[in-house]
């Protein structure tokens, strides 16, 4: 049998009455994280929504800016997260874990790059781009990713998709969501 996982990015926070969760080292997601209805009219077998929230502020005197303050979290949001309970396993949560995981990766980077911005009178601007370039970035891989992996039936991929990740994440340790 055919199983489809698709993956649903969401690069905005979303409004709802559940608070998202934040990406986090010793957290690992679980069904029961899942949420949302499972639709019927796809061959997806799970869905896992996730993105960067990111938000900033500037300091400034005498109307020039002197200094600024970021915050950037890799978010899964619960609501809009399903699976199909007589489909799913381990496996397919492992997968939608490496999706989560990815979001992470993505903000990890975006972390990097706040780091080594000066403060300039284009700051507002560098920091939008910044922002939409992760936000870019991450869109390609997690699509990158379900194609390569054939959204997980390709274990041989998949298990390549994992090393790197956690290979890329080591690389950006110091970037980390605490």
Same mark, same amino acid.
């Given at each position: 049998m055919l199983i489809k996982v698709l993956v649903f990015a969401v690069f905005f926070l979303i409004f709802s009455g559940e608070k998202p969760v934040s990406w986090n080292n010793h $957290?690992?997601?679980?069904?029961?994280? $899942?949420?949302?209805?499972?639709k019927s009219n796809t061959k997806a077998v799970a869905v896992t929504s996730s993105g960067i929230t990111f938000s900033y502020s500037l300091k400034r005197t005498n109307d020039k800016i002197v200094d600024f303050e970021t915050f950037v979290h890799a978010h899964f949001y619960?609501?809009?997260s399903w699976y199909n309970k007589e489909k799913s396993d381990a496996y397919i949560l492992a997968h939608e874990q490496l999706h989560f995981d990815i979001t992470e990766l993505h903000v990890r980077k975006l972390r990097k790059n706040l780091a080594e911005l000066k403060v300039s009178e284009n700051l507002?601007?560098?920091l939008n781009s910044l922002h939409e370039k992760a936000n870019s970035e991450l869109r390609?891989?997690?699509l990158l990713y379900d194609e390569e992996s054939k959204n997980s039936i390709d274990v041989?991929?998949?298990?390549?998709?994992?090393?790197?990740?956690?290979?890329?994440?080591?690389?950006?340790?110091?970037y980390s969501s605490k």
């Open positions: $957290f690992k997601l679980s069904w029961k994280d $899942f949420r949302g209805e499972a619960p609501e809009n507002k601007s560098e390609t891989m997690q041989n991929n998949q298990k390549k998709w994992i090393t790197f990740v956690n290979t890329q994440l080591a690389l950006y340790k110091q």
